[in-house]
C-alpha cells in the first residue's frame, strides 16, 4: 500500500454532521445555526483540525532550518552503521526502519541509502505531502504505511524492525507508557530507538492554544 487512506475521519465527518442536520430538520428551523456551529466543532474535532495540522505543518517545515539538519544528521548517522539482525536485508546492506508518527517525511533525507521504511501515523492528511517528499528520496523503500496511533500499531510485527525513529511525536501522544511498551515490542533483539522530542509550552496561558491546533 502506498497512500493513505482518507476514509476514516471523513466518513466519521460526515456520519455526523448528517445526524446533527437531521436532527435541525426534525426540530425548529430556529435549530439550524446551533445545529451548524455543532457541526463545524464537530468536524474540527474529527477531520478539519488533522487537515489544518497536516497543512500547517507542511508550511512551517518547507523552509530549511539549518542547524537542526545539523543535528539531525549527526543523530541518525549511526544507521548507517547498523547491521540488520533480518538475514536476508544484511545481505543486501540494508536495514529496516519504523518512523512513528511520520507526518509528511521530513527525516527521509537521513536515513540509509537502501533502507526499508514502515510508516505508522494517525493523520491521513498527511498523505498528499508525504506522496510528494518520498519520491524526492527513491532510494527508500517504503514497503507500508499505517494509518494508526502508535500505541495501536498491532499490525506492526513483533521483533520485526532494526531502529524506531520518532521524532516531535510524543508530546502530542495520550498513552507515553503504552506507545513505548509498542516499540519495545516491535524492536529486534538489539535494536534501536532514536527519538527526538520538544516541550509543552512553559506558560500554562498557552496550553488551551497548543491544544486547538495540536495533531491530535
Ligand atoms: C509535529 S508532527 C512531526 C512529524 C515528523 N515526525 C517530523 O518530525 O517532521 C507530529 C506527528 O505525530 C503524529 N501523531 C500524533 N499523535 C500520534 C500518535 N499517538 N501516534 C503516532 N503518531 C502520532 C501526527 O499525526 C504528526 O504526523
Redesign the pocket.
Known sequence: MDRFEFTVSLHEYKRVSSLVLEYARIHKRSTYIGAGVVAFLVAYKFSLR?RW??WL?NVS?REKFEKYDDMKREFFKPLSEMASHDPGLREENSIKIL?????????FEFFPEGCHLVA????PF?GQYYDKNRSKFPNIKSTEIIV????D?DAVKSDSVDAVV????L?????VHQ?VRQVRRVLAPGGKFYF?EHVKEWDTKNHWFEGAFS??
Open positions: 488533522k495540522f497536516a505543518f517545515t518512523e512513528v508518527g511520520v507526518g509528511s517525511g521530513t527525516n505508522v501515523d494517525p493523520n498527511f494508526a496511533k502508535g500505541e500499531m520518532m521524532t516531535l511525536v508530546c502530542s501522544v495520550s498513552d506507545i527526538i495533531s491530535s
